[in-house]
């Protein structure tokens, strides 16, 4: 019996706009997110004029979700309520747990190219409140397997014996980097019961069995229900972003930054930052 994830559907995404003015494309988001649960959205960066990032994210609240920013080239400048402030790198990887709520601003540098993506992770119910967290994680503390056919970096998660540097107590996810050589196969066992889905950003590739057609640059694929991916790579290679989560299959009340499970908690949360009491102390969060 063939175990192997099909591919379910194929995203392009649709051209957006988001923060002051930056242009993105934005792969999947809330109307499609109960198909990636308990992954929300996914946006990509990919340009090398600055007048379509420059005026970047100003501040702008988050709460009960993860946000992860993963920079493949060019660079940004984070400061956060928590009093975190430095700047992301081609390579580097912000992870940062929302939680009760955390308010930051992400701004784009000018560069000859800025390219990345930007995911955000749902936090269970009993974890919107947690306290917040931010980990800036260097490209030098992203660990890699290489073999004859492949290099996989491991940002969350674990592959081959090696564990990412984000402990992802919060939210169970697996975030890998896979770079595939030329007309080489990749294989990947999952879990079942888990949503996987693979993001392009290099290249292009089958990503099942079947080979009917290639999955190009900035297109997502969803996979079925199954116990492996297998992937053969064209003759440019392909690289790709494997995302793959426990679906939480809880209601979720969202409205633009802040993700919460129920209409009230929602409201609570904007009028909290109506009235300056959004930022909690460590002891109000649970």
């Keep these: 019996m063939d175990l192997t994830r099909k591919i379910k559907s194929v995203y392009k995404g649709r051209q957006s706009m988001d923060g002051a003015g930056v242009k993105l494309t934005r792969i999947f988001g809330y109307l499609e997110s109960p198909d990636f649960d308990p992954f929300l959205l996914l946006d990509y960066f990919d340009s090398k004029d600055s007048a379509d990032y420059i005026k970047g994210f100003p501040w ?15 660079s940004i400048e984070h400061e956060d309520s928590l009093g975190n402030r430095g700047i992301i790198n081609g390579g580097d990887c912000q992870w940062m747990t929302a939680g ?16 990345g993506v930007q995911l955000w992770i749902n936090l269970p119910a ?22 004859d056919k492949a290099v996989v ?18 939210a169970d996810t697996t975030l890998l980097d896979v770079e595939i050589k030329p007309y080489e196969d990749f294989g990947y066992k999952t879990d079942p019961d888990l949503n996987v889905s693979v993001f392009v950003i290099g290249g292009k590739g089958f990503f099942d069995n079947e080979r009917n057609d290639f999955v ?12 492996s991916i297998e992937v053969t790579a064209s003759s440019e290679g392909v690289r790709f972003l494997l995302l793959s989560g ?5 209601k979720i009340a969202w409205r633009g930054p802040i993700v919460m499970n129920s209409k009230d908690e929602l409201e609570k949360a904007f009028e909290e930052l109506d009235m300056g009491t959004f930022v909690k102390n460590k002891d109000e969060s649970i």
């Design 60 to 74: 702008h609240p988050h709460r009960g979700i993860v946000t992860v920013t993963y920079l493949i080239s060019g």
């Design 100 to 115: 009760s709520g955390i308010v930051h601003k992400e701004m784009m540098m000018e560069s000859n190219h800025l390219m």
């Design 126 to 147: 009993e974890k919107k409140m947690v306290w917040p967290a931010y980990n800036n994680i260097k490209k030098s503390e992203i660990k890699s397997v290489e073999t």
């Design 153 to 170: 970096k491991i940002i969350s998660g674990s592959y081959g014996g090696v564990t990412g540097p984000v402990e992802s107590i919060e």
């Design 216 to 227: 190009c640059n900035g297109t997502l694929a969803h996979f079925e229900e199954g116990e």
């Design 246 to 250: 426990m679906p939480l299959k809880e």
